[in-house]
């Protein structure tokens, strides 16, 4: 089974910045594209910004210019600089992957999510 693990989120002031870092670790497993997502409380997860394996970036209107998502493929790890953090940039993310893997001759394909961290921008 796939597994995440997040870190780097925190507490920080109005236009500081952070990087969340995710790592997927499990053998047998090819990692696909990988994403972080936001969950606001009382809303459902919603994209920030995800990457292909091939380094292909995807990310909504609103960090377009302040964060960059990026990977290391040897490392199965997916990280997202974000900069100019605003108070409306605080919610939980969340780290996703899609994986692949082969058994008994068919190659099955599943999503795995990580835990959450929380990113606070507060002055």
């Known amino acids: 089974q796939v597994q995440l693990v997040e870190s780097g989120g925190g507490l920080v002031q109005p236009g500081g910045s952070l990087r969340l870092s995710c790592a997927a670790s499990?053998?047998?497993?090819?990692?696909?594209?990988m994403g972080w997502y936001v969950q606001a409380p009382g809303n459902q997860r919603e994209l920030v910004a995800d990457?292909?394996?091939?380094?292909?970036?995807n990310y909504r209107d609103s960090v377009k210019g302040r964060f960059t998502i990026s990977r290391d493929n040897a490392k199965n790890t997916v990280y997202l600089q974000m900069n100019s953090l605003q108070p409306e940039d605080t919610a939980v993310y969340y780290c996703?992957?899609?994986?692949?893997?082969?058994?008994?001759?068919?190659?099955?394909?599943?999503?795995?999510w990580g835990q959450g961290t929380q990113v606070t921008v507060s002055s």
């Open positions: 996703k992957t899609d994986y692949g893997y082969r058994y008994s001759g068919t190659y099955y394909r599943g999503v795995m």
């Open positions: 499990g053998s047998r497993f090819s990692i696909d594209a």
């Open positions: 990457i292909t394996s091939g380094g292909s970036a």
